[in-house]
């Protein structure tokens, strides 16, 4: 494993930074504030290839690798929460899947498109019931005939608003329990399939985080992802990728928060002197550049191991674990360090904070990568 970036790398580095530094940083706030979907935002990230990033350029992706992505992700994150998880779902949840399970004519229709930023996917495994527990699923997909039905339906789900296709799991079998998942392609214009109420959540806000909603929703017997059953295990595989780059989000939210606290702490004077040259204020800034960096080495490997064709589940729980509890002890010190300010509207921090909360929750909250990990190490 080499810890130098390549040129590619660097020039994803610096393409994505002066993105976000130029596109987003003067709408990240109002984009918090309204939560409006950011249409145009994407729009520009399509033509940078930042939509389907590690799809290879056949399918109308930019054929880059894991560690290319991550980085692009932290750079994204560091700014804007919202826009890095768009780019996120479209890369890990959605591409990835179709990229991963997808037969060829499914790679032509449906990878291509999201790739290329035409069209937004969203992940649709999360019900009112079923969470933390992914096999509890009580959305249903019964055969008849040609086509698939499928009734229930998802929350919480990244980008539905605006999602154009929707990778569904659902039950096929209901006795084989885990092994009685399938999943499936819907299209957004499907009868029976619709968005329901848009959510107001803490952090992240401009998501399009919504719910999806399938009432006798029927799809051609084509629009099977994989093999019937197989689904648990796609959502899973999907999954230990995913969680990459959640951990890329995390290390982005909180060198944004410690970004800003530099700043800040050599600015503001207290008993007559700046900030940063209190040993307070040194510790916590100390602390804080160690377990950034930390967690982004975790990153690194797990990026490593997944370009290797290396088996990651623990590494990718590890990182995500480590990232995202690191995004929420800095995202609180920054706010510290600014007193008053930070807790105030006026200043970034408390959208960092809010921001930097949902990444110990979804993809599996910090519990579940314990166990993921416990189990790697115990079996």
Not at 291 to 300: G, Y
Not at 303 to 312: E, I, Q, T, V, Y
Not at 323 to 346: F, L, P
Request: with cysteine; glycine share 8%.
């Amino acid at each position: 494993m080499d810890l130098n970036l390549t040129e590619e790398q660097r020039m994803m580095e610096d393409m994505t930074r002066n993105f976000a530094q130029n596109e987003l940083k003067p709408v990240a706030r109002d984009l918090d504030a309204t939560g409006e979907f950011p249409v145009e935002i994407v729009k520009k990230l399509s033509e940078l290839g930042l939509m389907g990033v590690c799809v290879p350029e056949e399918y109308g992706g930019a054929g880059m690798d894991t560690t290319s992505y991550t980085i692009a992700v932290e750079e994204i994150a560091a700014v804007c929460g919202s826009t890095s998880v768009i780019v996120a779902a479209g890369n890990s949840l959605v591409a990835y899947p179709l990229l991963t399970f997808g037969t060829e004519d499914q790679k032509k229709k449906y990878l291509m498109p999201i790739a290329q930023g035409e069209k937004i996917g969203a992940f649709g495994l999360t019900e009112p019931g079923a969470g933390s527990d992914a096999a509890a699923l009580k959305t249903t997909a019964t055969l008849d005939g040609d086509s698939w039905v499928i009734n229930g339906s998802k929350r919480f789900i990244s980008c539905a608003t605006h999602a154009e296709i929707a990778i569904v799991f659902a039950v096929t079998d209901r006795e084989k329990g885990s092994r009685g998942i399938s999943t499936f392609i819907v299209e957004r214009d499907t009868p029976g399939f619709s968005v329901g109420k848009h959510e107001e959540i803490l952090g992240i806000r401009a998501t399009g985080n919504a719910e999806l909603i399938f009432e006798e929703c029927r799809i051609p017997k084509e629009n099977l992802l994989g093999n019937e059953g197989e689904g648990f295990k796609i959502a899973m595989i999907t999954l230990d990728t995913g969680r990459i780059a959640i951990a890329a989000q995390a290390v982005g939210i909180a060198r944004g928060a410690f970004e800003e606290c530099i700043t800040y702490s050599k600015e503001r004077v207290q008993f007559g002197k700046p900030l940063a040259k209190l040993q307070a204020i040194q510790w916590m800034i100390a602390d804080m550049a160690t377990e950034i960096d930390a967690a982004r080495l975790l990153v690194r490997r797990a990026a490593w191991l997944k370009d290797s064709g290396a088996r990651l589940s623990k590494e990718s729980a590890m990182c995500k674990l480590f990232a995202s509890e690191v995004a929420m002890r800095a995202t609180t010190k920054a706010i510290q360090v600014h007193g008053g300010y930070g807790y105030s509207k006026e200043y970034n921090l408390e959208r960092y904070f809010r921001d930097a909360k949902i990444t110990e929750i979804y993809e599996g909250t910090s519990e579940i990568q314990r166990l993921v990990i416990a189990a790697n190490l115990l079996r």
